[in-house]
């Protein structure tokens, strides 16, 4: 336009960024492996060709590895995130906060946040091949999980761990638990992410978060 851009005297790099509502086919082209962190939302009662656009987006940046979050939001269509999301398990609204505030905020050193957790707790009916996933912000030091153990998955009538691997993705972000065996039917577990985790700059998870979910009766 020709009108004084705003903000004059700020940096224009950017950080840290959220798409949505409009990302098509076309528009994967444009994405890097070297992507900022993104939130990524999409209403589930978009329009079919956002959706379908949505989901090739989240593939792409899937195969770059690079560092999001998707937000597919239940009984949402065309708008920002809000409201709590019964699927997730999250508070949309304090999410976007926390995961921006993460990125942004660096210089108040601020702990890392746990984003999104699946299953979700007190989720029922969880399938025996299930795999455990955490989402957190920032990147975290995977060493803290993959060799201090600092998350956990515990059979409740045992207390006894569940033996698995962890796998990294999106950009150090994402921590994904393969079980080496089924999990147990009409069992209770629990996901107990410890204070032990830590972001790349040594600052520990303010306090230790506990999940629990119900696998199938069958």
Known sequence: SPEPQPWQGYSSKIQAGMQGMGM????????????????????????????EGYAAFIKRIDELDA??????MQGLGHTLPFGYDMRM????????????DCYLKT???????VLVIFPANNAQEVPLRTTVSIHLAPVIDEKS?????????????TNKAVTGKWKVSRGGSMFT??????????EQYKIIISSRVKNKQGIQLERER?????????
């Not at 999980?145 to 009538?157: C, P, S, T, V």
């Open 107 to 113: 210089a108040e050193k601020l702990p890392p946040v």
């Open 177 to 186: 638990f393969q079980p080496a065996a089924a999990l147990e039917k009409n």
């Open 67 to 72: 560092n999001y979050l998707g937000l597919f």
């Open 24 to 51: 098509g086919l076309f528009e994967t082209q444009f994405i890097t492996s070297d992507y900022v962190p993104n939130l990524i939302i999409c209403g589930e009662l978009e329009r079919k060709e956002i959706t």
């Open 89 to 100: 398990g999250v508070d949309r609204y304090q999410l976007v906060h926390d995961f921006f």
């Open 145 to 157: 999980i993959l060799e201090n153990g600092a998350i956990k998955i515990l059979r409740g009538k």
């Open 210 to 218: 506990i999940v629990q979910f119900n696998t199938v009766n069958e």
